[in-house]
């Protein structure tokens, strides 16, 4: 079992960047793909951006392909999110999350969760 604490969420205008941060518990962190998933104010939460275990593959849902990336360092146990150009609509509690097994993109396929942190972008 993994327990997650995300951290590194904020005010930050449009245009800006922000680097978010998530530590893991435990010492199998290096098994689980890492994920990022946001939900906005009223809407429901959605896949940002995956990795897998070693860190080779990363995938990211189209609206945030370019500016944003993915990256681990499982010596640290930690799973980044750097965000770039940032826009109003990227305004969303922000959550990591891990599974056991290969990449998946719903979120109903991760087992753990952080508690998120906030992001918002204004304009």
Known sequence: QVQLVESGGGLVQAGGSLRLSCAASGRTFSSYVMGWF???????????????????????????????????????????????????????????????????????EYNYWGQGTQVTVSS
């Open 38 to 108: 946001r939900q906005a104010p009223g809407k429901e939460r959605q896949f940002v951006a995956a990795i897998t275990q070693t860190g080779s593959g990363t995938y990211y849902t189209d609206s945030v392909k370019g500016r944003f990336t993915i990256s681990r360092d499982n010596a640290k146990n930690t799973v980044y999110l750097q965000m770039n150009s940032l826009k109003p609509e990227d305004t969303a509690v922000y959550y990591c999350a891990g599974r056991i097994g290969i990449l998946r993109f719903g979120l109903q």
